[in-house]
């Protein structure tokens, strides 16, 4: 008998035969976390002295914030966040020689955005959406991704570029301590596999404890590479995953009642990450994530914002949204499962 959970980190997957499978970008490196893309590259420039400042929105993952200032950049706080008019945002910066911008598709909801007009280096983020047209099509300085927050891989960073030659930063070497950390990694990807097959008698505290004790050490040492493990997952992950995830949104929204949540939506052609919802409160949002997470579905709050004097509109929104998974694991019966535990969740606030 097999144990119904949504969410969380991913378990190793065999996938049905397919014959058409992911492409990554052209003109890339493969680093061993998303942190470790960006960390490279900012190293590099700051090494040439061609870069000062980067301008990160207030809306992020400020653990990865923490590891950018670690690279001894000057950080900026501009306030883009999901709901924000970002063109018109950045329009209003006064950049200054050695600037950098950092915009991010957020849950994979922004379409195309022309850089061509903005008087600084432009670094793209599509961890949310690592296969969309924008993604392809960027015309960004450099582009960056976290790989395993979209493919189950366990580990994965990509910098890439479809403007500058990507061989002028040092290519990244593998170090057997990151080779140690991502077949750690695996084994809990095959124990979590183990675990919801009732294969054996799999502990899941061990497994998380695996997953914790790793996710600490991701990026916290040199840049390392993708590891040889992630690249052989990778050639067998078919295209078919980011069609499933989509179907799977179009699903869950049709079926999640919005009396007391409405749905972040996104712009025409947009492929959604997750299905985001947004709550009258932080109370009601916090009630339903618990009674989800009783149900042993895992929803993710995504960021939850450090900086005290942040945008009134960022901070709100952080504490108002919840987002459910939707990715290729779950099929139209689970999702319609899931929407059944949201609906039954939100009569009751």
């Not at 296969?131 to 910098?159: E, M, Q």
């Not at 869950?252 to 052609?269: D, R």
Request: charge should be positive; glycine fraction near 4%.
């Amino acid at each position: 008998m097999t144990i119904k959970e949504i969410g969380s980190n991913f378990h190793t997957y065999t996938f049905p035969k397919e014959t058409d499978f992911i492409s990554c970008h052209k003109n890339a490196y493969y680093y061993g976390c998303g942190r470790c893309a960006i960390n490279a590259l900012i190293k590099y420039h700051l090494k040439i002295k061609l870069w000062k400042r980067l301008f990160v929105p207030e809306y992020y993952c400020y653990e990865v914030i923490d590891s950018i200032k670690s690279t001894g950049i000057e950080v900026v706080l501009y306030s883009d966040y999901p709901l924000a008019n970002d063109n018109a945002l950045i329009k209003t910066i006064k950049f200054q020689k050695g600037d950098v911008l950092l915009r991010m598709n957020y849950f994979g909801l922004r379409n195309f955005r022309d850089n061509s007009d903005i008087d600084a280096t432009v670094i793209e983020d599509h961890s949310h959406d690592l296969f969309s047209d924008w993604a392809y099509k960027s015309n960004a300085d450099w582009c960056v991704a976290s790989l395993r927050k979209t493919i189950p891989i366990p580990d994965g960073g990509i910098l890439w570029s479809t403007k500058n030659d990507i061989s002028c930063i040092e290519e990244p070497i593998s170090y057997s301590d990151h080779s140690k950390l991502s077949k750690d990694r695996c084994l809990a990807m095959n124990m979590k596999k183990m675990y919801l097959d009732s294969v054996g008698n799999v502990d899941k505290k061990g497994f998380l404890e695996i997953f914790r004790r790793t996710e600490e050490k991701l990026g916290s040492r040199k840049c390392p590479a993708l590891s040889s493990v992630s690249k052989e997952m990778i050639k067998n992950i078919p295209i078919s995953i980011i069609q499933k995830k989509y179907d799977n949104y179009i699903r869950l929204a049709k079926l999640i009642s919005q009396e007391k949540c409405t749905i972040l939506k996104g712009e025409n052609h947009a492929s959604p990450f997750s299905l985001v919802l947004l709550f009258n409160s932080m109370h009601d949002r916090n009630a339903i994530r618990e009674a989800l997470k009783k149900n042993k579905i895992y929803s993710t709050v995504l960021w939850e914002i450090r900086n005290e004097v942040a945008n009134d509109d960022v901070i709100g929104f952080s504490k108002r949204m919840l987002s459910l998974p939707i990715d290729f694991r779950y099929s139209g019966s689970d999702i319609s499962w899931m929407s059944q535990i949201v609906n039954n969740e939100l009569l009751k606030i």
